[in-house]
C-alpha cells in the first residue's frame, strides 16, 4: 500500500510539473517530448512518467501518435477563440451570482493590486507577463469559483489548462496591459457596486483572445 501511495503521489509530481512547463511555454506547441528526457529531467523511473503523460492525454494538452511519439497538442487559432467564447458565457453566467460572494476585503486587494500595477506600468516600471498573468487569472478564477452554479465551476476545470496556455500564448498579453488593467478596475468596481450590466458589458468586452 505504502509502495502505491508513493508511486501515485511520484506521477503526480510528474503531471504537475510537465503540465506547468506547457502552460508556460516551455514545452511548445507542436514539441516532441522525450519519455527518456522527461524521466531524466524529473529525476524518475518511466512509470510515473507515463502515468502523468496518460493524465495529460486525458486533459487533452498532450497526444501519443502511435509509432512516433508524445507531442504538444496543438491548437489553432479557432481552438482558441472558441475556447475563449466558451470562457465569457460561463464568466457572465457566473458573475450574476458570485457578485454577492465578494468581501470588501477581497476587493480591497483586488483593487490596490491592479491599481499598483497601473501605476508601475505607466511610470515604466517593469511588470513581467507572469506577474500580469497571476493577477488577471486570480480575479477571473474568484468570479467562477463564488458561483453558486457548480456546473459553471465544473465546466471551467476542465478549461482552465487551455485557458491558461493560452494566456501564455498571446503575445499581447502586456501591449494591451493598460487598457486591460483598466478594465480589471472597471470589473472590480462594478462587483462592489453590484452593477451586473455593467459588468456583463465589460466582460463582453474584456473575455477575448
Known amino acids: 500500500m505504502a509502495r502505491q501511495e508513493k508511486k501515485k503521489r511520484l506521477s503526480e509530481i510528474a503531471f504537475d510539473e510537465i503540465k506547468q512547463s506547457i502552460i508556460n511555454n516551455t514545452y511548445k506547441q507542436g514539441m516532441m517530448l522525450s519519455e527518456k528526457q522527461l524521466c531524466a529531467t524529473l529525476n524518475m523511473s518511466r512509470t510515473p512518467v507515463r502515468e502523468a503523460i496518460h493524465m495529460l492525454v486525458t486533459e487533452d494538452l ?57 501605476e508601475r506600468l505607466r511610470s515604466h516600471d517593469t511588470l513581467s507577463v507572469e506577474e500580469y498573468a497571476e493577477a488577471d487569472w486570480k480575479l477571473h478564477d474568484m468570479i467562477v469559483q463564488k458561483s453558486d452554479n457548480y456546473y459553471i465551476r465544473t465546466v471551467m476545470d476542465v478549461l482552465k489548462s487551455s485557458l491558461k496556455r ?19 478596475l472597471q470589473i472590480v468596481d462594478g462587483i462592489r457596486r453590484k452593477d451586473l450590466q455593467m459588468l456583463k458589458e465589460v466582460l463582453e468586452k474584456h473575455l477575448h483572445y
Open 166 to 184: 493560452y494566456q501564455g500564448l498571446s503575445v499581447q498579453l502586456i501591449a494591451n496591459a493598460d487598457n486591460s488593467m483598466c478594465e480589471h
Open 62 to 118: 498532450l497526444e501519443v501518435r502511435d509509432g512516433v511519439g508524445t507531442f504538444v497538442k496543438e491548437r489553432s487559432k479557432k481552438d482558441i477563440e472558441d475556447a475563449y467564447e466558451v470562457r465569457k458565457s460561463l464568466e457572465i453566467l457566473a458573475i450574476q451570482t458570485s457578485v454577492n460572494h465578494f468581501s470588501e476585503e477581497e476587493l480591497d486587494e483586488l483593487e490596490n493590486t491592479f491599481r499598483q500595477m497601473l
